[in-house]
């Protein structure tokens, strides 16, 4: 039985003030997410003060990125060196906003969650189909092309150190989600084109939903039987709401 990972993503928002307050409320109903794995992926700055906030809860601290390249001439970049360096353990890569504005096609993004986990960090990596890919009828075979792309990168069986996560780029920051027959038919798209490749490592791989999860919607997207999680962005930045979330998801 897969164990259900619940991550945050604050994106670029977050003040060393306001980042406090998040970590004094999550603290005080951290036990509540008992049972599902709970990851903080915060923007670069704060990841120390995150790992310092969350030391002693059952929470882990990731990036939201990773530069392709190793310690070097690189301006302006944060390796993942780096964030192990800072006790940071997991990374979101691929975000479609990334794919959108910052040219990451899906070779850039393969090798990122290759990067990752030759360095030993938990890669949590998006896919997901464009308004304009699921109104022609390919939100299928979008899906496929990109998880393709990270098996001719990353062997299934290392992919399971970290995640995927399906974030159909209509549902991101739009408060329109997918429902859960929605999800559950991409969801089983993605643990088909693993399973292909290696039925055990699709059977424990961690496939998470993310786009306009709230703590509204999460239970019925939750309970979906190939939703392993969720990827969770506005919603995550008020604490009390991102631990309704994690305690709306099957304990295990
Ligand atoms: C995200 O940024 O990964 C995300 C899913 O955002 P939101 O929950 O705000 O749609």
């Known amino acids: 039985m897969r164990k259900q990972l619940i991550a945050a993503n604050w994106k670029m928002n977050g003040t060393r003030a306001a980042n406090a307050q998040w970590l004094d409320a ?32 059952a929470a882990e601290a990731g990036a939201q990125d990773l530069c392709i390249d190793a ?18 353990g997991w990374v979101i890569v691929g975000h479609s906003e990334r794919r959108a504005t910052r040219g990451e096609d899906d070779a850039i993004v393969a090798t990122k969650a290759a990067r990752a986990l030759a360095l030993g960090l938990r890669p949590i990596a998006c896919v997901g189909e464009t308004l304009e890919e699921r109104d022609a009828g390919r939100a299928t075979a979008v899906v496929e092309r990109q998880v393709a792309a ?51 490592a699709a059977a424990a791989l961690r496939v998470l939903y993310g786009g306009s999860v709230k703590p509204g919607n999460a239970a019925e997207l939750l309970a979906q039987p190939d939703i392993d999680g969720a990827l969770v962005g506005g919603a995550s930045l008020v604490a009390a709401d991102f631990a309704a979330i994690c305690s709306a998801a099957p304990a295990r």
């Open 26 to 57: 999550f603290r005080a109903v951290a036990a509540s997410t008992a049972g599902r794995d709970v990851v903080v992926c915060a923007p670069y700055p704060y990841l120390p003060q995150l790992v310092a906030g969350l030391a002693g809860l």
């Open 71 to 88: 310690p070097g001439a690189h301006t302006g970049d944060v390796c993942g060196e780096m964030l192990l360096d800072v006790g940071v």
């Open 150 to 200: 990270l098996l001719q990168r990353c062997p299934a069986r290392d992919l399971l150190k970290g995640a995927i996560a399906y974030e159909p780029v209509w549902a991101i920051g739009t408060g329109r989600n997918a429902t859960g027959a929605q999800a559950q038919e991409i969801h089983s798209v993605v643990r088909g084109a693993i399973a292909r490749h290696d039925a055990d």
